[in-house]
């Protein structure tokens, strides 16, 4: 377990080596981390129910895994969730649990091909995180959501706030992308990882205010 853990959090940044490790690991995935306790999925879902309304407008899962958070999400009443990510092997596994209404391969950090304005809300767990997807994803999220439309997801403390992450989520509001409103208390992401796992994640909440023209 700690194994998959160390490889994907040292492959700082480098795509195709996470893509190939995601692709290996996704059989054991919800089994590994169901073993560890991973709690980011519940906590985010929680939120989610209170900032995104219900219902069949399009939501986007960024960085959807295995499903996951779909899979706690659609039975709530989340009709029309849209994942990307940039595994296939994950994408497999997510198609398996017949929550999304749309699945596609995408890299955060690059440009997504959704319009602008497309999304009603968007999600995104355990991703924006060491070695993972960069600071720069966040400005295609603010692209692709509506006016109006919520961000809700887990980021990793230890990014915070001076690093590159707090710095972007400072530089959107500045610019009038979004407007932070409210951050969930923090928590151990895995809590039965080892103690080189044990980062703190906490969930964020922004409302996108600028329209995806003005941003891309």
């Excluded at 295995?66 to 009709?79: E, F, S």
Aim: glycine share 14%; net charge negative; proline share 4%.
């Amino acid at each position: 377990m700690s194994g998959w853990l160390d490889e994907v959090y040292s492959a700082e940044g480098d795509t195709t080596r996470l893509k190939e490790l995601y692709d290996e690991w996704a059989g054991a995935y919800d089994e590994h981390l169901t073993r560890i306790g991973y709690l980011s999925p519940s906590v985010l879902a929680a939120m989610v129910g209170q900032e995104i309304p219900r219902g069949d407008e399009a939501v986007l899962d960024a960085g959807v895994g295995t499903g996951l958070l779909g899979a706690m999400l659609h039975p709530a009443g989340y009709a029309n969730l849209v994942g990307i990510d940039l595994s296939e092997g994950m994408l497999a596994m997510a198609e398996a649990r017949n929550t999304y209404r749309e699945l596609r391969r995408m890299t955060l950090g690059e440009r997504l091909d959704f319009p602008d304005d497309h999304f009603a809300g968007a999600v995104s767990c355990g991703v924006f995180t060491g070695g993972h997807a960069p600071a720069e994803g966040f400005e295609e999220i603010v692209r692709v959501v509506r006016p109006g439309g919520h961000f809700v997801a887990t980021i990793t403390d230890e990014h915070l706030p001076g690093g590159s992450f707090g710095e972007k989520m400072a530089s959107l509001e500045h610019r009038g992308g979004w407007r932070h409103v409210r951050t969930s208390e923090r928590f151990v992401a895995l809590p039965g990882a080892d103690e080189d796992f044990a980062h703190l994640s906490q969930v964020y909440v922004f409302e996108i205010t600028a329209s995806g023209a003005a941003n891309g």
